[in-house]
């Protein structure tokens, strides 16, 4: 809706105007809400630095901040790309970027059921074996020697917008897993609020992170360069998440006497 409303509605204020508008709407709606509380009236305070202290409930928090980047570096930068690449406009690349939302909004209720009912790790190194391969055909990178064609731009979006959710969903499951197994099983609804809090941050600040240093590099690197380089560097994150996942399951069989997860007890 943006594309359309800087290229033929009111120009480029008016696609922050509706989103605003409609967002103060929804404030207005929730004032008229009556709150609910359901929370105990006591809770270990002391348990929310359990969770900011643990480096296992942190790394697992990176990495669906790392996955966010993935998400958000391409968009500063794709509008002049396709302009320049496909002699395509605004609303085309809007569009593109459709398909990359559409694709989570689909994916997101069967991924969840699998994740569900199946192993959360397997999900998450699942994702980091491809998403670098595919963030680097974006572009593409140069050094593949493949042609760009809305095709392929628009299929590597969709599958983007199902595997950087598959990255991402398992983690707040892994952050519960993993405190409950440094902290005798137990999850307090102080920690659980924790968690929850941190799980969220990791969005924006991944958001923040892949905006920030795309709109930088942009001044200096072209954009198949660009996105093909923070493919290539999320390889890194992937082998990290193996290294996670492994030593992980060492600890858990240290704990409980065997490397299944705590969610499958």
Not at 65 to 87: D, K, W
Request: charged letters at 10%; aromatic letters at 12%.
């Amino acid at each position: 809706s943006s594309g359309i409303n800087a290229e033929y509605g009111g120009g480029y204020s008016l696609s922050f105007w509706v989103p605003g508008l409609i967002i103060v709407c929804c404030v207005l709606i929730e004032l008229t809400v009556p709150p609910v509380n359901t929370l105990p009236e006591k809770s270990e305070s002391n348990d929310s630095m359990k969770v900011y202290k643990d480096p296992w409930v942190m790394l697992a928090a990176w990495h669906c901040a790392a996955c966010q980047i993935l998400l958000y570096f391409h968009l500063p930068t794709m509008a002049p790309f396709v302009e320049r690449a496909l002699g395509e406009s605004v609303v085309w690349t809007g569009l593109a970027l459709l398909v990359n939302t559409s694709t989570i909004i689909i994916s997101a209720p069967p991924l969840g059921w699998l994740i569900d009912r199946f192993n959360p790790y397997f999900f998450v190194m699942l994702s980091a074996v491809i998403l670098p391969f595919l963030y680097m055909f974006i572009g593409p990178i140069p050094i593949f020697h493949v042609a760009t064609t809305k095709l392929q731009v628009m299929l590597v979006l969709a599958l983007l917008g199902f595997f950087v959710p598959m990255g991402c969903t398992p983690i707040l499951l892994i952050m519960f897993d993993v405190y409950k197994l440094r902290n005798g099983g137990e999850l307090s609804i102080s920690a659980s609020n924790t968690i929850v809090s941190v799980y969220c941050s990791c969005f924006p600040l991944g958001a923040c992170i892949g905006s920030f240093s795309a709109g930088i590099l942009s001044l200096y690197v072209p954009f198949e360069w660009s996105t093909g380089g923070i493919g290539l560097l999320f390889i890194v994150q992937s082998v990290l998440s193996f290294i996670y996942c492994w030593k992980l399951a060492e600890l858990k069989k240290r704990s409980t006497g065997e490397g299944k997860p705590l969610l499958e007890e």
